[in-house]
T-cell receptor
């Protein structure tokens, strides 16, 4: 029972490089999201998706792109990494969508620690 | 706007003490959900509880209890007889439509 799987767990980038953080869930969850966690800032929502082909911005979307071509996968792309994107990234999924409300608990991946030099 | 405030940044207690973690929220919605998550030193995020806005009953689960008061927009979390294993960062969260908004967290340190 894998749950939410994130890869890679650790990554070091140079400023300007691009990369993709992968996220996959095997629970058939409609809702998937990406958060970043920085010291003293809690968890901030980057992007989310309520189903294949549907994505939307969260609180801190700048510098990140997402797509959702399948229910299972929700990759996060950094097109031109900046030191300000050094953070721990968490992917999370949820199954309970009631209309416009996400009522369910979030299942989190183990996190991906990204350092941008 | 949706907002969650956890005013206590860090709390340190001695084992067996009771400790309460405060959470105050702001929302204009009449239907919403509140959550608590635990993040132990290992880094994973663990779901603890969900409470909807229509259910103000307090909940107890072992040494954990939660006090939800709509009148004061608070959803406080109490650990009774704390243990070293309770040392973690605790996050309160509020859903805003599809998005879950987290507070900045309270770091709890329980020493022997």
């Amino acid at each position: 029972n894998a749950g939410v799987t994130q890869t890679p767990k650790f990554q070091v980038l140079k400023t300007g490089q691009s990369m993709t953080l992968q996220c996959a869930q095997d629970m058939n969850h409609e809702y998937m999201s990406w958060y970043r966690q920085d010291p003293g800032m809690g968890l901030r929502l980057i992007h989310y998706s309520v189903g294949a082909g549907i994505t939307d911005q969260g609180e801190v979307p700048n510098g990140y792109n997402v797509s959702r071509s399948t229910t299972e996968d929700f990759p996060l792309r950094l097109l031109s990494a900046a030191p300000s994107q050094t953070s721990v990234y968490f992917c999370a999924s949820s199954t309970r969508l009631a209309g416009l409300l996400n009522t369910g608990e979030l299942f989190f991946g183990e996190g991906s620690r990204l350092t941008v030099l | 706007a949706q907002k969650v405030t956890q005013a206590q940044t860090e709390i340190s207690v001695v084992e067996k003490e009771d400790v309460t973690l405060d959470c105050v929220y702001e929302t204009r919605d009449t239907t919403y959900y509140l959550f608590w998550y635990k993040q132990p030193p290992s880094g994973e995020l663990v779901f603890l509880i969900r409470r909807n806005s229509f259910d103000e009953q307090n909940e107890i689960s072992g040494r954990y209890s939660w006090n939800f008061q709509k009148s004061t927009s608070s959803f406080n979390f109490t650990i009774t007889a704390s243990q070293v294993v309770d040392s973690a960062v605790y996050f309160c969260a509020l859903n805003s439509g599809y998005a879950l908004n987290f507070g900045k967290g309270t770091s709890l340190l329980v020493t022997p």
